[in-house]
């Protein structure tokens, strides 16, 4: 039940892959709450009284969940935006960092959550090849508009940081248990991870994949199958049409900005977002300046036409976009608890988590991660699958609590009934 709750909240934060675009994006924030909230009350009904919480840097991220509420002040006093519309925007940030806390009291087995997530995946490799299919009145999600300048038409794929997720746990599973079936699923994850066409997700992904297989093997084998992988690597991906476009576009992009004496777009609004927006108000940099809501808001049309005018979206510079509303006292503990979490010693089978929060990190520089509710709830899910117990430990837990927990459902379901 634990573990299909989790998953019913992650296609939730979708809106369940969104047929024919039939759900809006408001209606996706507030399933995702909902669902989140759910699997909160379901957590708290249910839980073992005496087993404590697995140990995680705990006041951090209090002070992380403190700093998001205080920005909605900060909206209000700065830039004049009412509480109630900055509480509304603050609500798709706030909630998937709550995500974390929640899944570590309801405590999903990792051997059975792992088949949904799986299920989830494949769902979204056939998603992907529907809206390919029928493009451009793709079935599923908002509408596409024809990109070809990477050499592909560019289809966004759904759950694309789970699949990179789980393409790390499939590389640290064959690493550990050599079964051959893992090979299969690596080659699916490498082919959906070019053909997402995203440039620093290809390259952080592939190259901390890498880094992952090879950690096992001492260094002369090390230098010998990384060069023989490498050498094969190479021929094979500049080879392909995908790659030849991409390095053209970002040539292209080079050769304009050169020729126009004009700074990259990234940069440029990585400039604004951390440096000059913040010096109107040093309290800002503290602080941040709170959730911006674009249609409801003078402040919100303010940013919505700057962006739009000068090219500078969050979703590309999402660190930068979080330090623009939420401030240091907020992004400063949030690096602590990742760097934490990279830097915790784990068993053979948890390696893995290292570089995918590494990965998923190192991309919101230069993308959405923070920026899109689900890919930042897939970031608490690896947080939660680092501090959670082991199968074994949840296993003997369940096993003594079995009959607790039985009777604390049974009491959820009168409660929930009888409302």
Not at 16 to 23: D, P
Not at 107 to 119: Q, T, V
Not at 389 to 415: C, K, V, Y
Request: hydrophobic content about 50%.
């Amino acid at each position: 039940m634990r573990e299909l709750l989790v998953a019913f909240t992650l296609l939730a934060s979708t809106g369940f892959f969104n047929f024919h675009g039939a759900i809006s994006a408001p209606t996706k924030v507030v399933l995702m709450c909902f669902c989140i909230i759910l699997c909160g009350v379901y957590a708290w009904q249910t839980r073992d009284r005496e087993a404590p919480l697995p140990q995680f840097p705990r006041m951090a991220w209090i002070t992380v969940l403190a700093g998001m509420v205080i920005s909605i002040f900060m909206a209000f006093a700065i830039h004049g935006q009412p509480l109630p519309l900055t509480a509304v925007a603050t609500a798709s940030y706030l909630f998937p960092f709550l995500f974390f806390p929640i899944l570590l009291l309801l405590n999903p087995r990792p051997k059975i959550l792992f088949r949904y997530l799986f299920a989830i995946v494949g769902l979204s490799i056939l998603v992907y090849i529907v809206n390919t299919l029928t493009f451009p009145n793709n079935m599923f999600g908002d509408p596409i508009l024809e990109d070809l300048t990477r050499g592909i038409l560019r289809i966004p794929i759904p759950y694309f940081q789970l699949l990179i997720l789980l393409f790390f746990y499939a590389i640290n599973q064959f690493s550990v248990d050599r079964n051959r079936l893992w090979l299969i699923f690596i080659f699916i994850a490498i082919v959906m991870i070019l053909l997402s066409v995203i440039r620093q997700a290809i390259l952080l992904s592939l190259s901390l994949g890498f880094l992952l297989y090879m950690q096992k093997y001492v260094w002369y084998k090390k230098l010998l199958i990384g060069t023989v992988i490498a050498a094969i690597a190479i021929t094979i991906i500049t080879s392909l049409p995908i790659y030849k476009s991409m390095m053209e576009l970002s040539q292209q992009q080079y050769e304009d900005n050169t020729y126009d004496n004009k700074e990259d777009v990234r940069i440029g609004a990585w400039r604004y977002y951390a440096l000059e927006s913040q010096q109107e108000n040093p309290a800002t940099a503290v602080f941040g300046n709170g959730a911006f809501s674009l249609d409801n808001s003078a402040w919100g049309k303010e940013l919505y036409n700057f962006s739009e005018d000068y090219k500078y979206y969050t979703a590309d510079v999402s660190l930068a976009g979080f330090y623009f509303r939420f401030g240091l006292v907020t992004l400063v503990p949030l690096l602590y608890v990742i760097i934490s979490a990279v830097m915790k010693r784990k068993p053979p089978r948890k390696q893995y988590l290292s570089y995918f929060v590494a990965c998923i990190t190192l991309e919101s520089i230069a993308s959405g991660i923070f920026e899109y509710f689900f890919e930042t709830m897939i970031l608490m899910l690896a947080l939660y699958l680092i501090y959670c117990p082991d199968d074994e430990e949840s296993d003997a837990r369940d096993d003594e609590a079995g009959d607790t927990q039985s009777d604390n459902r049974l009491r959820f379901l009168r409660r929930f009934v009888t409302r």
